[in-house]
Each structure stands twice: as structure tokens, then as C-alpha cells.
């Protein structure tokens, strides 16, 4: 059965048009241009609890960051005022008006508690991004080398095995104890031995995956180690290292908070100073927001890097762009 073109009101040279055949054109694949980083943001503000809990990031950093130098706080600028000392929010709102820096109280030296959080928190926070990166630094390039060479795996393995039963711990106490608290000592505490488990954990990865077929493939075309190691295997575990880089974060603030408590911390009024400062105002009636503040802020501190961090780390695997 024929059909009647002319209804249509074109020609048949309108209505068709010649292709040409190409045996180069019919090789290609036609496919959406992919990046691996706007598929990993994509992935991860798709869901909203992740766009709150970036946003409760950014105020904290924010906060932390920016405000005390907004603010000119004097940890005994009110040391002389007997009144000024172990004050509720409303008493301290009462006494000296209603500014924000009052809406937590005063401490035990008629200092604002509000500003005394919040640069305890920056000292905290610098303290763990700053152990973190050397960490992660270090554990990462001596993984990636321990786990192709042979002979550097030899020497690592007894390194580890006698580093790894020596309590974390308790060797940051004894090189805090011998050097000092002080800020950069607890930075080389953290860091002397902190990077060792993590190239450890790095060495097993990159143990299971160099032998794969598609390595094996680059070994044999003459491709050298450290290129093999640099494209194939450490972009392939990404989203392992950001899944590691978060929960190294919030232990460093919770190693500082720990120390600080039992009388081994920093001489810097950091969160974990705080805490200690203001154990003696625990149980005492009216005076427990000295105490409980720092401990809520280091808690959503910690809370908040983990939990973004763990979702990117889940968005920062490729099998999650599908």
C-alpha cells in the first residue's frame, strides 16, 4: 500500500535526504562528556541532610575563623569585677547588655564564654586540619611506594609491627610530657608516628589492586611504577582516602579535647583548655553552661567534619555517578 505524500504538503526530496556512509563515523560513540568531580558534587548535594550539614560546616568554620577577629576578647578583662564572674546568660545580658558575646555567659574570670568557645574552636580545628594534612601526606606517599616495593615492604612490615603495640595515646602524652604542651608540640606528637597506620592501610590497598589486569597490562607496554601508581591506582582509591581523611579529623580534636582534660594539653586557650578549666563548674548550680558549651561545640564539631566528610567520601566513588 502506497502512501499519499502529496497530503503532507512537502515533496519527497523535503520529506528524505541522502546519507552518506562512513566506515571512520560509525566507529565513534556518541556520550555525555563526564567529570569526575561535578559527578562527585553532583552525587553529593542530591541529597538535602548533606546541603544542611555543609551549610552547619560553613557557620561553624565561619564562626571560628572570622569572629574572633571581629571581636577583641581579653580572657581577664573583667578579672578585677567580682560580679562579672560565674554568670548565667541572663545575668551576663543583665550586667553588661545584650550582645551576643553574652549568650552563653561568663567564666570564672568574668571573660565572655561565647568568645572564649569560638577561639578555643579555631585553635582546635587548625590543630586537626593541619595534623591531618602532614598524616595524610606521609601516609599516603609512603603507602603508595611500600605497597609496589618489595624491599621497602620488608622494612616497613617490622617498623609497623613494633610502632603498632606502643599505645597512640600514650606516646603523645610521654612527647608531650618530655617537650612541652604547647601548640607545635603537640602537632609533632600527633604527627611522629600518626602517618604510619595510615600508609599501612594505604600498602593493603594498593597491594590488591596493582596486580589487576589492566596494571599488569601498563607494566608489560613499558609504563613506569610511579606513573602506574599516580593514574591508576590512587585515583581509583579516592573516595577511600576521603572516607580515612574523615574520620582523622575529628579524632585529632577529640585526641586534643582528651589530653586537655586529664592536664596534657596545649598551653593555648584551645577547646580542650576549656573543658578542663571548667570541670570544677560541672556540678556546681548556675555555672553549668562554662562546662557544657565547649563540650556541645567540640561535639557538633566533630559530628559535622565526619559526617560531611563520610558523604563525600561516598559521592567520591565513581560507582555512585551511575
Not at 503532507?8 to 552518506?20: H, P
Not at 551549610?55 to 562579672?84: C, H, K, Q
Amino acid at each position: 500500500m502506497e502512501y499519499d505524500y502529496k497530503k503532507l504538503g512537502l515533496s519527497v526530496e523535503e520529506l528524505f535526504s541522502r546519507v552518506d556512509h562512513s566506515d571512520l563515523e560509525s566507529e565513534k560513540i556518541t556520550a555525555p562528556r563526564y567529570s569526575y568531580w561535578q559527578s562527585v558534587f553532583r552525587v553529593f548535594f542530591r541529597k538535602k541532610l548533606n546541603i544542611v550539614i555543609l551549610g552547619l560546616l560553613v557557620v561553624v568554620v565561619l564562626f571560628a575563623y572570622i569572629y574572633p577577629s571581629l571581636t577583641e576578647y581579653d580572657r581577664f578583662g573583667n578579672l578585677m569585677n567580682a560580679e562579672a564572674k560565674h554568670l548565667t546568660p541572663g545575668a551576663a545580658m543583665e550586667l553588661f547588655g545584650r550582645e551576643l558575646k553574652w549568650i552563653l555567659g561568663a567564666g570564672a574570670n568574668g571573660q565572655s564564654t561565647f568568645d572564649a568557645i569560638w577561639t578555643g574552636a579555631r585553635i582546635s580545628i587548625t590543630l586537626a586540619f593541619l595534623c591531618a594534612l602532614i598524616n595524610m601526606t606521609l601516609g599516603v606517599v609512603v603507602g603508595a611506594v611500600w605497597g609496589f616495593s618489595k624491599t621497602v615492604d620488608a622494612f616497613m612490615i617490622e617498623v609497623y609491627n613494633v610502632m603498632a603495640n606502643v599505645p597512640y595515646v600514650l606516646l603523645v602524652a610521654v612527647m608531650v610530657m618530655l617537650l612541652g604542651p604547647s601548640f607545635r608540640t603537640l602537632v609533632f606528637a600527633m604527627t611522629i608516628t600518626g602517618w604510619l597506620s595510615i600508609a599501612y592501610f594505604i600498602r593493603t590497598q594498593v597491594v590488591i589492586i596493582r596486580d589487576r589486569e589492566y596494571n599488569l597490562a601498563s607494566k608489560c607496554l613499558g609504563t613506569s611504577t610511579v606513573k602506574i601508581a599516580m593514574k591508576n591506582i590512587l585515583p581509583f582509591m579516592t573516595s577511600v582516602i576521603v572516607t580515612y581523611v574523615a574520620a582523622e579529623i575529628p579524632l585529632y580534636i577529640s585526641m586534643e579535647v582528651f589530653l586537655a582534660y586529664i592536664g596534657l594539653g596545649m598551653s593555648e586557650m584551645s577547646l580542650g583548655r576549656l573543658i578542663f578549666e571548667a570541670e570544677s563548674a560541672m556540678a556546681t548550680p548556675g555555672w553549668g553552661f562554662e562546662f557544657w558549651s565547649p563540650v556541645a561545640i567540640a561535639c557538633v564539631i566533630s559530628v559535622v567534619l565526619y559526617v560531611a566528610g563520610q558523604n563525600l567520601g561516598d559521592a567520591s566513588d565513581p560507582r555512585t555517578h551511575m
